[in-house]
Structure formats: structure tokens, C-alpha cells
């Protein structure tokens, strides 16, 4: 009790000290916890959207799994679809742990032949084929449309059935026509006959019911009901039992992801149920495909998680490392003394221990709340420190969260021991001896640290190098969005390591000031620069935080910026404009079940094929696009994928698109400076002729094509006309110049790359034929894309195709490794920006009252409290503004380096537009100017106490 009694005494002493500590322990902890919190989250949500996006592309419900087997075999199917029908609904259903929305029985026979009861035999020519179906809670899920629901026992001997319309159609029947249904003579099977009666016609009551699952396989199916079929036809004392089906509806919404892996587990113990107990026997779990990438999707996502916060996890436990050791070095005579007076290394330590676990508990209280918040500001990144309105994450503790807190509370507890134990080294001479000499080498100084991270750093930068020339050359086919952990690892070291190397050099460079003036500098100056000249050592802390966060931040928005803009680009580029519709024509086209010629059409017709006859078009009002609310501009855009053309002796198909060059221009996207010229200057080009075109340079290198010559275009049923080249382009909005195999072009086969031609659709139209074309609409910039598509359903527009672009860009935001990317990059810089400002003004505070003394000298001496304050300025100067200079050094060469290498990640062989890095003076400026206010509040902090030290405080304190 006595010890934890002096060990709050000693806290309360250096309060402030263990206060920032324990901030450093808080966001430590914070940080790591918020890793598995984020993971799970963003997995969560992207497990609900993969639902959705499922039952959008499938047309199946995620949630529906499918259980069928056949009564194949030795057994009796009486017993064995009760052994079933228990199996799934005590065990192999409520495994999953989901809420149950239906869990439907079906029982159905083999497909027998069916007449009218009044037909002499199965014989006749009039034979149709049926089974009869027994389905569980039918009569919940359907409309009666005629007739009534069928008696729940034989009538007569008469089994009465429901139907679908169009079945009854099919038996060219209606209702109440008795039908024997049996073996015809053809048929091996035991013969069995029993009479149905058709007595009611039903209909789906809601398509989107997902308990008609297969709809389509009830055909000539006729359902009794269930209880019946299960009396009569499972006990084959009608017509024996074929197979069984189970339909279980899950609700999927409901799911987490601890419940991917049961529902994984589950399907497998139901499939081998099925498998062992009915043959043959089908199983599918609608959704088990998408969910068995979640486990490799999930270790991808720690992995990219671990790899960005590795730089921020370096300055945290740098961090908590300097104020455990400012802490230390206050007590480092009364670790002497105790030391001198036979205390052990272990006792001396233990306290420290006790301290630590003291702040550790509350770090782990705290830590884990606050991992909560910045997964929050995780889930509204939307770049690097642009923040958005999106849906908020399912964000919540768990066991996980709390084991990587504990984690990151024992690694740092070991932080905060380690300057402790090095203190209990030192003995009270020792100790005054270090004092005196302040010129010896740092840790990673003398162990040659920064070197090492350097070397580290290059290899990786070269390994990465040679894997993006060997991507290029080989046309290696990357993974969509695929970004490799290392590239933010290395930078890490690289940006260490190098501001390491300068500060070794830098001690140096302010010696050689000192010499070069020190006949002439002020006493002020004259003070400053010995005073870091002889102390570089006790300034580096401080200068690696600010170098480290600099360029941290630098990078960080560098490789965000570029990535961010790289797919957006790509997007755009693929789409060409933000809303693309294509919408239906009235034409003159026979059906499309039609064909030419009839009856009668002898031989003549049948070796020589009709020639189609050519279709006309009605064009539609384009001035009602224009009006739609929202459009800045739209335009036509004719688009032919396999255009034949012929260039003197060459032939072969290009895309061809015709446009009205102004309107295109203004609606069309494309990058600046992708083109030789200005994108409008082609446009301006080709205007003043309405036969000129553009052909792409795939066609100019592969046809021998040139600026003036006379090409000739056309297509199947359409006359060629003749076109004159005016330029040539490497790349045109939705054109992809590459080939589909990368890998196939090479030097001896360009045939490979498709090409393009561009001219004028009213020439197009006039010369060769009149047909439907896109129209590309540009949106200003606060439009509304709900209130677009609102009109366009309002006007009654036939819109067959469209294309967003603004909402796959939003979509490409919400990706889990980009949101990653740009959030955690931003939270980071966060983070270093919070635990710099506070180490800087805690390293300032302390050393400005160790120097109370000297201080208080130099006013008795004469220096003016303006004096103070230049010395106090110039000295910042020489730190920290030394620290900044070399922090956007480094940031500056480690984005040049390693941010063109994300090029590997947008594969670099096909991408298009190429891959461009991207350096934004506003993403450097916000930098600057966060850490610019961050020292001037601190210097005003530090005036301010200055301001208040008194002579004769100073001097007393001396004599003391």
C-alpha cells in the first residue's frame, strides 16, 4: 500500500508529464482497437451490399437455399423424408442462426401420361405428360383465379387438383375434366392409374414472393394438397413419391459476420446430409459462392489495415517512448540514489510497472470508445481530409476490439519500461557524467539505424520497380484495385530512414553556420547556435516527430490524391460523360420470330439466302434531352463497334462515332494533356468538313493510314462512303487503344489493338444510314440525379440502356480498400498532427524550466525580453523549422519515388487513361498551414510563460 501511495505521489508530481502519457496510451490503444472494429464494419456493409447487388444480378432472393433428393435406393421413403424432414428442421435450419421467413416442403411424382377420362385408353393420340405435386402452405401464397380449392381427400376416387392458366391451357381443357393419370404402354414401370380433376385455376399472389422459386418447373404440374399427398402419394398408395424439396427462405439482413461462417458450415452439413441419406440429391445455397470470398476478402483488408497504420503505430510508440523517457530523465538522480542504497533493478522497475499497468487500465477502459469514434470518421472519408454525409457504419465492440486493445497496452507498457530500465543502469557518478556530456551519439546514430532503413527502403523501391516494367511488358492481368500493403511499409522506412541521415548531418551544417559568423553574430544568436550545436542530441526527439509527420502527411496525400483521381479517371474516361442513355426507336423491323420467304419458296430461295431487308428509323426529339432538369449540355453520339472500312489495298473494322463536334465537346470528358493538342483543337479540326474524321494512331501504325488520305466506311446492308483523314489521336473518351490481351501485342502482331474512327453524324447520317444513337449528357454540378431520372420516366422516355457515371464513382468511393486508404491515411495524419503538437509543447514546456536558470542569467546579464524572444525564435528556427524544412524534403522525394509505383495496381498494361500521379498544392498548403498554427500557438504558449519567469526567481533558484 505504501509503494501505490509514493507512486500516485510521484504521478501527481509530474501530472503533466502522465498526463501526456497517458494520451499517447489512449490513442494507442485507440488506433488498434479501431482496426478490427473497422474491418468488421466496413465487412458488414459490404456484406449487406453484395446481397443486394446479388438478387439484382441472379433475380434469386440471397436468402433462399434449395434442398432436393430423389427416393433412389433401398428404404422406405416414408421413414426416410421423416428422418429428413427432422434433420433439417431441428438442425441443419437453426444452425444458421437467422431468422426463418419460410421453410417449405414439396413432395412430387415422376411425370406420367395423362388423358381424358373418357378416352379409351393412355393410348390415344391426345396424350399429355403431368406429376402431381404436393407444395406446404400453398394456398398462403397463391390468388385463386377460377374454380375452388381442391376437397383434402379423394372424392369418389377422384383426386382434385389446382393448376396454373397456362397449364389448363396446354390440356386444352377446363375445369372439371376428369383426367387418368398412368403409365402409357411404352412405359417399364409397375403400372398405377388414379383419376384428377382440375377444380381451380391459380396465379402467383406476388412475384417477387421468393417462395416461388422456380417458378417455370411447374408447368404441367398439378398440386393436390400437401396432407393428401403425403397420405396417398408418399405412402405410394396413389402414385409413388419421386423426390423431395426443401425451400428455406433466410433472412439475410440479419446476417453478421460471424454468421458467413455458419451459414458456410451449415450448407456443407446439410449438402452431406442430403448427399448420405437421398440419392441423387441437389443442393444450393444461393449466396454460398459470394460469402466464401469473405474470409480471404477479410484477411486482405487487417492486412492493407496493419500496413497503412504502421507509420502511425511507429510515432505512437515513438511517442510514448519520449515521455517515458522525460519522465525518466527527471527521476534518473533518485533512480541513482535508490540504486546507491541496495534497491534492486526489479523493485526500482516493479514501480514503474505498477504505474504503467495504472494508466494502461484506464487506456483500456477508454481506448477501445475511442476506436469506436475514428472508425466513425473512417466510414465519412471520402479522400484525404475530405470528409462526406454517407450512410454511418454498423459500428460495435467486440471481444476482438478488446483483445487488440490488451495487445496494444502490453506493447506499450513495454515502451514506457524500456527507458526506465535503461536508467537503472547508471549509477549517481554515471549519471552526473552523462550529464556533462550531451555531444555522444543517439541509439540509431551509433547503430547505424537510418542506414539500415534506407538500404530496407531501396530494395523494396527496386523490387517494385522491377515488378511494374515486368507488369508493362508481359501485360500481366492485375487485380481490380489490388493495392499492396508494402507500398505504404517501405515509404515508412524510407521517410525514417532518411530523416534520420539528415539530422546525423545536420549538427554539422549548424557548426558551420556558427563558424562562418561568429565574429559577427549577436550575443542572442551567438547563444542559440551553441546551444544546438552542443545539444543536437536532446532535439532530435522532437525533430523526428515533426519530420515524420510532415512527410507522413505529404505522402499520405500525395498516393490518396492520385489513387482517388486515377480510378475516378478511369471511370470517366470508360463512360465518357456522366449520364449515358440509350433509348428505343420506332423502326420498321418484321418480328424478330420471323423469317424470309414462306411456303412455297422452291429451290431457288433455299441456295441463295434472301438479302435482309434493310431497316428504317424513326428519330426521336433530342431538343426534350436538353430540357431535362439538371443537364448543362447534351449530345448525339453515334456508336458502330464494327464498322468495315477500306484503305486502299487494307481493309478491316473499326469503331466508328459520329458527333456534332460542339455539343460533343462540351458534353464529353477527357484529361488534359492526353492528346498532343487540346482535345477541342481535333474537334475544331474536323468542323469546317463534314467528310473529315479522326482515326485513332492503332490504325495509322497497323493500316499505314495517314493525315489526307481517303478512307471508305461502312457496314452489312449499307453502302461504303467515302471519308477523309484530317488527324490522328491516341486516345478518345470510351476508346480503349489496348488490345484485349495485353500479352498478344507485341511488335509482330499490333493487329491486336482495335481502332477508331470519329466523323460527323449528320454525314454519317445523310451518306450511309439513319440510326439510333447514344445521348451523352453532362449534369451541373449541384444537379439532382433523382429529379433527372424523375423527368426521363415522366416524359415517358423508352430508355433501353443507361449508364451513371456519378454513381459508379460514388460506388468506387464506398470500396472497403479505398474507404481504408483514404481514411485511415487521413486519420493517421490526424493523429501524428494531435501527438506532435502536444510532444512538441510538452518537450518546449520542460525544456524551457530546465533552462529557468540560464535564463535568468542572461536578463541579469542585460538581454531584453525581446532578446529572449528572438533567441526562443531563432531557436525554433534551427529545430523546428529545421525539422519542417526536412520533413517536406522527405515527403517531397519519398512521393516521387514510391507513389508511381501504385501504377502496379491499376494494371499498368490496360490502363486507360495511363496511370498519373498527381501532386495537389492545396493537399501541401493545408499541411503547411496546420503545422505552421500548431508552433506558433505553441511559441505564444511558450512567450507567454517566459514572460512570467522573474530575475530574481531565476537567481534564487540557482542558489539554491
Not at 306 to 332: C, D, F, G, H
Not at 450 to 475: C, H, K, M, P, W
Request: include cysteine; aromatic fraction near 12%.
Amino acid at each position: 500500500m505504501a509503494l501505490l501511495i509514493m507512486i500516485l505521489r510521484k504521478m501527481l508530481k509530474n501530472k503533466w508529464l502522465e498526463l501526456s502519457l497517458l494520451l499517447g496510451l489512449i490513442l494507442s490503444v485507440g488506433l488498434v482497437s479501431s482496426m478490427p472494429i473497422y474491418t468488421n464494419a466496413i465487412l458488414q456493409r459490404m456484406l449487406v451490399k453484395d446481397m443486394e447487388n446479388l438478387q439484382k444480378a441472379s433475380g434469386y432472393y440471397p436468402g433462399m437455399i434449395y434442398m432436393n433428393g430423389y427416393m433412389y435406393g433401398d428404404g422406405d421413403p416414408v421413414e426416410r423424408l421423416k428422418q429428413a424432414d427432422s434433420f433439417l428442421a431441428n438442425d441443419g435450419i437453426p444452425h444458421f442462426k437467422l431468422p426463418v421467413r419460410y421453410l417449405t416442403r414439396e413432395r412430387t411424382t415422376e411425370s406420367y401420361a395423362m388423358v381424358r377420362a373418357d378416352s379409351a385408353s393412355l393410348d390415344t393420340k391426345s396424350v399429355y405428360h403431368a406429376d402431381v405435386v404436393g407444395l406446404e402452405e400453398l394456398s398462403e401464397h397463391i390468388r385463386l383465379v377460377d374454380g375452388k380449392l381442391p376437397a383434402k381427400e379423394a372424392v369418389d376416387g377422384v383426386y382434385e387438383v389446382l393448376v396454373f392458366e397456362n397449364t389448363l391451357n396446354t390440356f386444352k381443357s377446363v375445369i372439371g375434366t376428369e383426367f387418368i393419370l398412368g403409365q402409357d404402354k411404352t412405359d417399364t414401370r409397375p403400372e398405377r392409374k388414379i383419376k384428377i380433376k382440375p377444380v381451380g385455376v391459380i396465379d402467383v399472389k406476388d412475384m417477387n414472393d421468393p417462395y416461388w422459386y422456380n417458378i417455370s418447373a411447374y408447368r404441367s404440374s398439378l398440386f393436390v394438397d400437401f396432407a393428401l399427398f403425403e397420405n396417398d402419394f408418399t405412402t405410394s398408395k396413389a402414385l409413388p413419391v419421386s423426390s423431395a424439396t426443401w425451400y428455406g427462405v433466410l433472412d439475410y439482413s440479419e446476417m453478421d459476420l460471424k454468421g458467413v461462417d455458419r451459414y458456410l458450415t451449415g450448407s456443407d452439413r446439410i449438402e452431406d446430409y442430403l448427399a448420405s441419406h437421398l440419392e441423387p440429391a441437389n443442393f444450393k445455397a444461393v449466396a454460398y459462392k459470394t460469402l466464401t470470398t469473405y474470409f480471404d476478402r477479410e484477411a486482405n483488408l487487417r492486412k492493407m489495415l496493419w500496413s497503412l497504420n504502421v507509420p502511425v503505430i511507429i510515432m505512437l510508440a515513438y511517442y510514448l517512448y519520449m515521455v517515458s523517457n522525460l519522465i525518466t530523465e527527471r527521476q534518473k538522480t533518485e533512480i541513482a540514489v535508490l540504486r546507491s542504497r541496495g534497491a534492486s533493478r526489479l523493485q526500482v522497475l516493479s514501480g514503474y510497472l505498477i504505474e504503467g499497468m495504472l494508466l494502461g487500465c484506464i487506456a483500456l477502459a477508454v481506448g477501445p470508445f475511442i476506436g469506436m469514434g475514428l472508425t466513425k470518421v473512417l466510414g465519412s472519408s471520402n479522400g484525404f481530409f475530405e470528409f462526406v454525409q454517407r450512410s454511418a457504419l454498423r459500428v460495435e465492440l467486440s471481444r476482438e476490439a478488446y483483445k487488440y486493445a490488451l495487445y496494444a497496452v502490453a506493447t506499450s507498457l513495454v515502451m514506457t519500461l524500456i527507458p526506465a530500465f535503461l536508467a537503472t543502469r547508471a549509477t549517481i557518478v554515471g549519471h552526473k557524467q552523462q550529464l556533462a556530456r550531451q555531444m555522444k551519439l543517439s541509439f540509431w546514430h551509433k547503430y547505424f539505424i537510418d542506414i539500415i532503413l534506407i538500404g530496407v527502403a531501396v530494395y523494396g523501391l527496386r523490387t517494385f520497380e522491377r515488378q511494374r516494367e515486368d507488369f508493362i511488358s508481359l501485360g500481366v492481368d492485375g487485380t481490380n484495385f489490388s493495392v499492396d500493403p508494402l507500398l505504404f511499409l517501405v515509404p515508412a522506412f524510407f521517410i525514417l530512414g532518411l530523416g534520420l541521415l539528415v539530422l546525423r548531418i545536420y549538427p554539422w551544417f549548424v557548426r558551420l553556420v556558427y563558424w562562418l559568423g561568429k565574429k559577427w553574430w549577436p550575443p542572442s544568436l551567438y547563444s542559440t547556435l551553441i546551444q544546438v550545436g552542443r545539444s543536437s542530441t536532446q532535439y532530435q526527439f522532437l525533430m523526428v516527430f515533426l519530420i515524420m509527420t510532415i512527410a507522413t502527411g505529404l505522402y499520405s496525400a500525395s498516393a490518396a490524391r492520385t489513387l482517388n483521381k486515377n480510378t475516378d479517371d478511369k471511370i470517366m474516361y470508360k463512360n465518357g460523360s456522366d449520364i449515358i442513355l440509350e433509348t428505343r426507336w420506332e423502326n420498321d423491323s418484321p418480328p424478330v420470330d420471323s423469317a424470309p420467304g414462306g411456303p412455297g419458296g422452291g429451290g431457288q430461295a433455299s441456295e441463295q439466302p434472301a438479302i435482309p431487308k434493310k431497316v428504317h428509323y424513326m428519330e426521336p426529339p433530342f431538343q426534350p434531352y436538353t430540357q431535362l432538369p439538371g443537364v448543362e449540355q447534351a449530345a448525339k453520339v453515334f456508336v458502330k463497334k464494327e464498322a468495315g472500312f477500306t484503305a486502299g489495298k487494307e481493309r478491316g473494322v473499326a469503331l466508328l462515332m459520329g458527333i456534332e463536334t460542339d455539343q460533343f465537346g462540351k458534353a464529353a470528358w477527357l484529361r488534359d494533356q492526353l492528346l498532343d493538342h487540346h482535345f477541342y483543337d481535333y474537334l475544331n479540326l474536323i468542323s469546317s468538313n463534314s467528310s473529315a474524321v479522326l482515326i485513332s494512331k492503332s490504325m495509322a501504325e497497323q493500316k499505314g493510314v495517314n493525315v489526307g488520305d481517303e478512307l471508305f466506311i461502312g457496314w452489312s446492308g449499307v453502302e461504303y462512303r467515302p471519308f477523309v483523314v484530317y488527324g490522328i489521336v491516341d486516345f478518345w473518351p470510351t476508346f480503349n487503344p489496348n488490345p484485349a490481351n495485353p500479352s498478344a501485342a507485341s511488335d509482330s502482331n499490333k493487329a491486336a489493338a482495335p481502332m477508331l474512327v470519329v466523323g460527323h453524324l449528320g454525314y454519317i447520317q445523310n451518306s450511309l444510314a439513319l440510326e439510333p444513337y447514344q445521348v451523352w449528357i453532362k449534369l451541373k454540378k449541384e444537379a439532382s440525379r433523382q429529379e433527372f431520372y424523375d423527368a426521363v420516366v415522366a416524359k415517358g422516355y423508352y430508355v433501353t440502356s443507361t449508364v451513371d457515371t456519378r454513381e459508379e464513382l460514388i460506388n468506387a468511393r464506398k470500396d472497403p480498400f479505398q474507404l481504408a486508404i483514404n481514411g485511415v491515411m487521413t486519420l493517421g495524419f490526424i493523429i501524428s498532427i494531435v501527438i506532435s503538437f502536444f510532444g512538441f509543447l510538452l518537450y518546449w514546456v520542460l525544456s524551457l524550466y530546465g533552462r529557468i536558470l540560464q535564463l535568468g542569467i542572461l536578463r541579469a546579464m542585460g538581454i531584453s525580453f525581446p532578446q529572449l524572444i528572438g533567441m526562443l525564435v531563432t531557436e525554433q528556427l534551427l529545430t523546428s523549422g529545421a525539422a519542417f524544412f526536412i520533413g517536406a524534403l522527405t515527403g517531397t522525394v519519398t512521393s516521387q519515388l514510391f507513389v508511381k509505383l501504385f501504377q502496379i495496381s491499376f494494371n499498368p498494361a490496360t490502363q486507360v487513361p495511363p496511370f498519373e500521379v498527381t501532386f495537389d498544392p492545396g493537399d501541401s498548403l493545408q499541411l503547411y498551414m496546420i503545422v505552421f498554427a500548431m508552433i506558433s500557438i505553441a511559441l505564444i504558449i511558450l512567450s507567454y510563460l517566459l514572460s512570467r519567469i522573474k530575475i530574481h526567481q531565476a537567481v534564487k533558484l540557482g542558489e539554491d
